[in-house]
Each structure stands twice: as C-alpha cells, then as structure tokens.
T-cell receptor, first 110, second 115 residues
C-alpha cells in the first residue's frame, strides 16, 4: 500500500549539528506532513507542505518536496537535546486519511 | 482546551475479554481517527470518521468496531481481545472533513496488553 519510507531509520548527532531525514513515496499526493513523537507521547504536527510547494520553513525546520522524485526532506538546524524524538512523514492524498511512514528516530546528545 | 483526550491510559486484558477505548476532542473538529502503533510498523489506521454519523474502515479494521457518538466522541471497541491486538492506540482529530488536507491532533495514547 502507499506509505512513506523514511531514511535513515535512526540518526545520532551532537547538539548544534544539523539533522536531515528523508521520506520517499510511490504515488501522487496532495500534501506531505511531518510529525514528531516524543517517547511515550502522541504525535505532534510540525509542518505541512502542499504538492505545488517546493520548500517551507518553520523556525529551525526546513522541509523540501520534490514531486518529480517523489521525495521530501526534513532539516532540523542547530539541533538540541530536546529534539530527540521520532519523526514521521505522512502522505495526504485524495482521501480522508493520512498514511504514515515508519519513522526516523533522532537522538541528539549534549 | 484539553485537545484530544483518551481513556484509559493503560489496560491489561485477558484473551477473549472485551473493552471500549474512549476518545473525546473539544476543538469542534469534524474528522476523528483511531490508529494503532506497533514497534517498527509506524502508525496504521484502524477506522476513521470523516464527520458525525459516518465511519469508514482503515488499513487494519479486523477485530474492532467504532462508534461516533457525537461530534466530540469517537470510541473503539474490541469485542474479543487477542494477543495480536497488544499495541499502543492513538486517537486523532482534524478540522475538516477531508482529513488528509490538514493537520491531525493526537491524544496521548492507550497502552493495551492482551495476555
């Protein structure tokens, strides 16, 4: 079934470094969203990028979308220990529901 | 605003027992969703309700039933629990009927263990 594939599955960096994670998908989408999940908590929406947009910023987050390559990337600049979490891409299509990927686990050490 | 609330937070069942997971949102959202999250599997949609009075199956509906009691509440029922239903269950809501067009707001989850 249509699902986003995040890459890498796990990422470990030092505080202050940038973190980049990618999401690839197979069919057409209306929008792509990124969510964060802290350990033991629910998901929190970070950013939504529509299919006609190429780049979007929100604070230290930068998301790109390349519909020709069917891929998106999430960049977190100047990472902090508090950014330690799992990050999920979610695909928005013509239907009502989002399709979530399996996530990237980010660990930021101080 | 409390956002999306779920009860209970934890539950242990024996195989064959039944239970209902409760979810409520106070944001006047139209769409509500139930997901399960298993290690290494991401979130999988069980059922959703695009608006009050409607429900639809998601990717993994077998063994579950849902009720959209009113605009605020969306419950998930396990009629005869099985160990394969051990998981963390999340409820979510989104403002518009076309839920895939806008962000979803998640509850804190219910950790269910079926022995």
């Amino acid at each position: 079934s249509q699902q986003g594939e995040e890459d890498p599955q796990a990422l470990s960096i030092q505080e202050g470094e940038n973190a980049t994670m990618n999401c690839s998908y197979k069919t057409s989408i209306n929008n792509l969203q990124w969510y964060r999940q802290n350990s033991g908590r629910g998901l929190v929406h970070l950013i939504l990028i529509r299919s006609n947009e190429r780049e979007k910023h929100s604070g230290r987050l930068r998301v790109t979308l390349d519909t020709s390559k069917k891929s998106s990337s999430l960049l977190i600049t100047a990472s902090r220990a508090a950014d330690t979490a799992s990050y999920f891409c979610a695909l928005g299509g013509a239907g009502t529901a989002l399709i979530f990927g399996k996530g990237t686990t980010l660990s930021v050490s101080s | 605003n409390a956002g999306v609330t779920q009860t209970p937070k934890f539950q242990v069942l024996k195989t064959g027992q039944s239970m209902t997971l409760q979810c409520a949102q106070d944001m006047n959202h139209n769409s509500m969703y139930w997901y399960r999250q298993d290690p290494g599997m991401g979130l999988r949609l069980i059922y959703y309700s695009a608006s009050e009075g409607t429900t639809d199956k998601g990717e993994v509906p077998n063994g579950y039933n849902v009720s959209r009691l009113n605009k605020r509440e969306f419950s998930l029922r396990l009629e005869s629990a099985a160990p394969s239903q051990t998981s963390v269950y999340f409820c979510a809501s989104s403002p518009r009927r076309q839920g895939s067009y806008n962000e979803q707001f998640f509850g804190p989850g219910t950790r269910l263990t079926v022995l």
